[in-house]
């Protein structure tokens, strides 16, 4: 028996790169996942290089990605949060080079954008009021492209309609009378 030649097998185990290609990621589930974690990798490389401490945290909203840097540090935020829409525009532009898709993604840091939400819901509030009472238009001050919008939606919450105009840096919300 012992001179009876083996037959030689082969034992062929499944690569691990294959049987995973076979399973959709998640990533290819979600594109705004996807969105949210490029975001977040390139917010964190960003905080390294500029030794900031901070976390990162992400969520989805609807149909935009939402990351947000939680810290006690307002370096970021820059005046009237300048350096925050610089950062964001610079993150969505990282998220476009990686994913080949342009990305509405929405960045806040240390609550910043959350604290002016209210803020602008406040002063929509007032406007509304203004434009009720005095069955005038109501123009507001200078705001960004994000500002204006919380305007728009409070305003339309409270029944009554707005208008954005003027050219950057000057576009501003007109609270229109019922």
């Known amino acids: ?6 037959a ?11 049987t995973e290609s ?7 589930e979600n594109p705004l996942e996807v ?17 900031l401490d ?6 989805l909203e609807g149909d935009r990605a939402h990351v947000s840097i939680v810290s ?21 532009l990282a998220v476009m080079t990686e994913t ?19 803020e602008l819901m406040a002063l929509a509030a007032n406007a509304v009021g203004e434009a009720t009472e005095s069955h005038e ?13 919380v305007v728009h939606d409070a305003v339309a919450a409270a029944g009554l309609t707005s208008e954005s105009e003027g050219e950057e840096p000057d576009r501003h919300v007109v609270v229109m009378p019922a």
């Open 1 to 6: 028996m012992a001179d009876e030649p083996q």
């Open 100 to 118: 080949g898709e342009r990305s509405r993604l929405m960045l806040d840091i240390a609550g910043y954008r959350e604290q002016r939400r209210k």
């Open 8 to 18: 030689e097998y082969d034992v062929v185990e499944p690569d691990i790169a294959e």
């Open 72 to 92: 006690d540090s307002h370096v970021l935020v820059g005046s009237q949060g300048q350096v925050l829409d610089a950062l964001q525009e610079l993150t969505r």
């Open 137 to 149: 238009p109501v123009p507001l001050a200078p705001m960004n492209p994000f500002e204006r919008k």
């Open 54 to 59: 901070g976390d990162i945290d992400t969520y």
């Open 35 to 51: 969105e949210a974690e490029v975001a977040a990798d390139y917010l964190e490389e960003l905080l390294d290089i500029a030794d």
């Open 22 to 28: 076979n399973v959709p990621s998640e990533e290819s």
